[in-house]
Nanobody
Framework: QVQLVESGGGLVQPGGSLRLSCAASRSIFSFYVMGWYRQAPGEQRELVAAMTSLGNTNYADSVKDRFTISRDNAKNTLYLQMNSLKPEDTAVYYC?????????????WGQGTQVTVSS
């Protein structure tokens, strides 16, 4: 079991920046993939960015060259640096980690943090 706590969301003007954090309650070494998802009102949850345990990254086309995912193993924390924010980035952002199990894998989600991009 692991608890994930996101922080860093808020209200920002278009063109601004935010950095989201996802703090895990234990070591993140055991997670083979960690990622950020978002869900806007009336929309399905979508992948924003992901990072494997080997450091490989993947981004949604809509955020490439604007968002950067990173991790600090010593702090058991995953980050999402968001630059050049647009109104369409407004959503609740969730952290997810995945751990392999004998029968497959287990996913853990955080509670989400609201990001609102508006002037």
């Amino acid at each position: 079991q692991v608890q994930l706590v996101e922080s860093g969301g808020g209200l920002v003007q278009p063109g601004g920046s935010l950095r989201l954090s996802c703090a895990a309650s234990r070591s993140i070494f055991s997670f083979y993939v960690m990622g950020w998802y978002r869900q806007a009102p009336g929309e399905q949850r979508e992948l924003v960015a992901a990072m494997t345990s080997l450091g490989n990254t993947n981004y949604a086309d809509s955020v490439k060259d604007r968002f950067t995912i990173s991790r600090d193993n010593a702090k058991n924390t995953l980050y999402l640096q968001m630059n050049s924010l647009k109104p369409e980035d407004t959503a609740v952002y969730y952290c997810k980690v995945s751990q392999r199990t004998d029968s497959g894998h287990m996913d853990y989600w955080g509670q989400g943090t609201q990001v609102t991009v508006s002037s």
